[in-house]
C-alpha cells in the first residue's frame, strides 16, 4: 500500500500482537517516554488470557483442591458431593471476561498507548499496513522500532481425517461448557497432560493419552515421566506411549474414532490435539523485509531480528521460538523495551534458565537444563536427589505426599544450573531455584539459607546434604 492510499500515521514504536509480550513491551517504550502503537487483531491480553494459562488453570483447579483435602484425614470426610460444573464453568467465564477485553484496554489506555484493531502486516522497513475490521486501510511508520509479539497457534498434526473431525485445540478445551463423557487427548506435553487430568477430574469417564514418544512430558527429566504417568492411571486416566495416530474419523453416531499403527481403535466423543505450537507468522509480510514467513522469527540477545539490517526489528514471546512460555515472554518484552530506549540490556534467561511449571498433579516445576541436556553441552554435572515427600513439611500437608527434588551443580563452578521438583502444589518452590541459578550462588553459601521449619522448602538442606556438604 502506498502513502497515497491511505493515512499514514508515525509513532516511535509499533507493536504488532497485544498478548502478554506485546503488552508489556509497548508498557515498557511508552513508560520511557515514547509514542506507541499497538495493533491486535483479536483480543488485548491474548492467548494466555483467554484459551491459555488463565482459563486453564482455573479449570484445574476445583480438582487440585478437592484432591489435596482427600489427603488429610478428618478434611477428606466432608467431600460428599461431586465438582459443581455450573459453578466451575461461571468461574472460567468470570476469570476470562467472557471473552471481552473491556477490562484490558484501559491499561493501554492509562499508558497513552494507541491501540489500533485489526491485522498488522510489514510493507517495509519500519512500515506495519493494518487492515481494518471495516476494510479500511492504514499505515503506520515507526521512528525507532516495530516490534513483532504475534505468539503461535495449535499445530495439527497431517493426520488423515483430523481436520474433518473437529478436533479440539486447546481453545476448544478451555472454552468448553461441556464435558465429554470420553476424551481422546493426542498428545503427552504440558497441554495435553493438564487437560487430559482435568477433565478427569471434572467427570470424564473415559480419558486416553495418546503420547508418540516413550514417555509424557518427554523434554523433562526421564523421572517426571514415570511419576505423572501413575498418577495418572491411578486415577484412571489411560496412557499409551509410543501410540502413532494413523487416521481419524466420526461415525454416524458423532463419536470419534481413532485408528493406531498397531491396528486397534479407540473410541472418544472428542479429540484435544496437543501436539505442539507454531509461529503466527506467515501472513506478517516477513518476506517484505528479507525473512521467511511462517517461520519463528530468530533473534539475538537484544531481541533484535537476526538478518535485518538497521536493528529497527524486534520479536518477542512466542514468535521467536526461545521459549514459549507467558512470563518468558514478559520477561524479554522488559528487555526489548529498554534496548529499544537506548538502554544496554540483554536477555540473559531464555536460553539458559527457562522456568516452566506444568500444573498437573503431581506438578511439575523445572528450570535450566535437564541432565542430559547439561551433558550433551560438556558440562561436568554432578546429580543431588531427593524425595518431596520424605520432609516434615510434606508430612503435615497430608498422607500420600510424593514426588522428587533434583538440583545440577556445575563441578567447575560449584554453581546449580538446574533443578526440578515434582509433588503437590510445588510451584513456589521453583523460584528458590531461580534466584540461584540466575544469582550463580556457590552451593556453599547456600548451606546458610535456612529454610522454616517444617516446610517443604526444607528439602534444600536435604539436597544439599545429597550433594555432600
Not at 466423543?269 to 509480510?285: C, K, N, W
Amino acid at each position: 500500500m502506498s502513502e497515497a492510499d491511505g493515512q499514514v500515521l508515525e509513532y516511535d514504536v509499533v507493536v504488532i500482537g497485544a498478548g502478554p509480550a506485546g503488552e508489556n513491551v509497548a508498557g515498557r517504550c511508552a513508560d520511557h517516554g515514547m509514542s506507541t502503537a499497538i495493533v491486535e487483531r483479536e483480543l488485548v491480553g491474548g492467548e494466555c488470557s483467554y484459551w491459555g494459562c488463565i482459563p486453564s488453570k482455573t479449570l484445574l483447579r476445583p480438582g487440585d483442591v478437592l484432591a489435596a483435602t482427600r489427603r488429610v484425614p478428618g478434611a477428606r470426610e466432608a467431600v460428599k458431593r461431586a465438582i459443581d460444573l455450573g459453578q466451575v464453568f461461571a468461574r472460567r467465564d468470570y476469570m476470562t471476561s467472557d471473552w471481552h477485553d473491556d477490562g484490558q484496554v484501559p491499561w493501554l489506555t492509562s499508558k497513552h498507548i494507541v491501540l489500533y484493531r485489526g491485522n498488522g502486516r510489514l510493507s517495509g522497513e519500519r512500515r506495519v499496513d493494518v487492515s481494518m475490521p471495516d476494510g479500511a486501510m492504514l499505515s503506520l511508520r515507526a521512528r525507532t522500532a516495530v516490534v513483532l509479539a504475534t505468539g503461535t497457534r495449535a499445530a495439527l498434526p497431517p493426520v488423515p481425517g483430523l481436520d474433518g473431525v473437529r478436533p479440539w485445540t486447546n481453545r476448544e478445551a478451555t472454552e468448553t461448557h461441556a464435558v465429554p463423557r470420553r476424551l481422546l487427548v493426542l498428545g503427552g506435553g504440558a497441554v495435553g497432560c493438564e487437560m487430559a487430568q482435568c477433565f478427569r477430574r471434572l467427570g470424564s469417564e473415559e480419558v486416553t493419552v495418546l503420547e508418540g514418544a516413550q514417555r509424557l512430558l518427554a523434554r523433562e527429566e526421564p523421572f517426571v515421566s514415570d511419576e505423572v504417568r501413575v498418577a495418572f492411571e491411578a486415577e484412571g486416566i489411560r496412557v499409551l506411549l509410543g501410540a502413532q495416530l494413523t487416521s481419524v474419523r466420526r461415525d454416524d453416531s458423532g463419536a470419534v474414532l481413532a485408528s493406531l499403527g498397531d491396528g486397534s481403535e479407540l473410541a472418544g466423543d472428542e479429540i484435544l490435539v496437543a501436539t505442539g505450537r507454531e509461529p503466527a507468522t506467515a501472513s506478517l509480510g516477513l518476506d517484505s523485509v528479507g525473512l521467511k514467513p511462517g517461520r519463528y522469527v530468530q533473534v539475538d540477545d537484544t531481541l533484535r531480528a537476526a538478518g535485518v539490517a538497521g536493528g529497527w526489528l524486534y520479536a518477542v514471546g512466542d514468535c521467536n521460538g526461545l521459549a514459549l512460555l507467558t512470563h518468558m515472554g514478559k520477561y524479554q518484552a522488559r528487555i526489548a523495551g529498554d534496548v529499544i530506549a537506548g538502554k544496554d540490556a540483554r536477555d540473559r534467561a531464555s536460553r539458559d534458565v527457562v522456568t516452566r511449571v506444568t500444573f498437573t498433579d503431581p506438578q511439575v516445576c523445572a528450570v535450566g537444563p535437564t541432565e542430559a541436556q547439561a551433558r550433551e553441552r560438556g558440562i561436568d554435572v554432578r546429580v543431588a536427589r531427593f524425595p518431596t515427600g520424605e520432609v516434615s513439611g510434606a508430612y503435615t500437608q497430608g498422607k500420600g505426599i510424593s514426588g522428587t527434588s533434583q538440583i545440577l551443580v556445575d563441578e567447575s563452578r560449584h554453581v546449580i544450573i538446574g533443578a526440578t521438583f515434582t509433588g503437590p502444589a510445588m510451584q513456589e518452590l521453583l523460584h528458590s531455584a531461580t534466584v540461584a541459578i540466575t544469582g550463580r550462588v556457590p552451593v556453599e553459601t547456600l548451606w546458610h539459607a535456612v529454610p522454616s521449619f517444617p516446610t517443604v522448602s526444607e528439602v534444600w538442606l536435604r539436597l544439599l546434604e545429597e550433594y555432600g556438604l
